[in-house]
């Protein structure tokens, strides 16, 4: 399990889906992401930063997307209260409060939901060594992730900077996709966008990590 130095930011998100090409087609429409073929799936990149890897769940897995948080001392899966799942890899966070700010469809917020803030607490802030400071989990002073209560929709949500959801939204209807709006205590007017295969993620207008 990994042990400081803490963890400060995503590496970026991956999306487990059942048809990742056509999974890559929707994103690079509907938030611009350059796809491209890498091993066993789809690099998505931002410019010159990866922000994403599109590849099918294994069979022990379920679709979604997964926050893949840097610096870790080692790669692993963690699996904390409510079943919240999340992974670490070694190597500096692309994306977070020390990286550069968010360009739009790429990572700028990450946030638990739990049923349990004191073992979520316990288990997320000891395990990437973090401190609990209200609703957030932060790393040498600076916001790391959020966290909130919740009875529904348990587990982490990470969300990407957009600079219009109006747009977004009709792009993604226009496409099969299905969003929800509404209105974050950190981030003003964000969106929640379910693509056609079930896998959700949030969009903020924003151009900054929190």
Not at 98 to 119: Q, V
């Amino acid at each position: 399990m990994p042990a400081r130095p803490a963890v400060r930011g995503l590496r970026r998100v991956d999306l487990l889906s059942p048809d990742p090409i056509d999974a890559a087609f929707f994103y690079r429409a509907v938030l611009d992401w350059s796809p491209v073929p890498a091993g066993p799936g789809l690099d998505c990149w931002v410019g010159n930063r990866r922000c994403a890897f599109i590849r099918k769940p294994r069979a022990d897995e379920s679709t979604g997307f997964r926050l893949v948080f840097a610096g870790a001392p080692m790669d692993c899966s963690l699996t904390g209260p409510d079943d919240a799942l999340a992974q670490v890899t070694k190597g500096r966070a692309q994306h977070g409060p020390m990286a550069p700010e968010p360009r739009p469809g790429e990572p700028c917020w990450a946030e638990l939901t739990t049923t349990d803030t004191a073992r979520a607490d316990a288990f997320w802030a000891d395990t990437l060594g973090w401190e609990v400071e209200g609703n957030t989990y932060t790393s040498a002073g600076r916001a790391v992730a959020g966290r909130s209560a919740g009875t529904t929709d348990a587990g982490w949500l990470c969300y990407l900077a957009v600079t219009d959801l109006d747009e977004i939204e009709r792009y993604a209807a226009e496409r099969d996709g299905e969003v929800q709006r509404r209105t974050h205590p950190v981030l003003g007017k964000t969106m929640l966008l379910t693509d056609p295969w079930g896998a959700r993620i949030g969009l903020a207008e924003t151009a900054a990590w929190g």
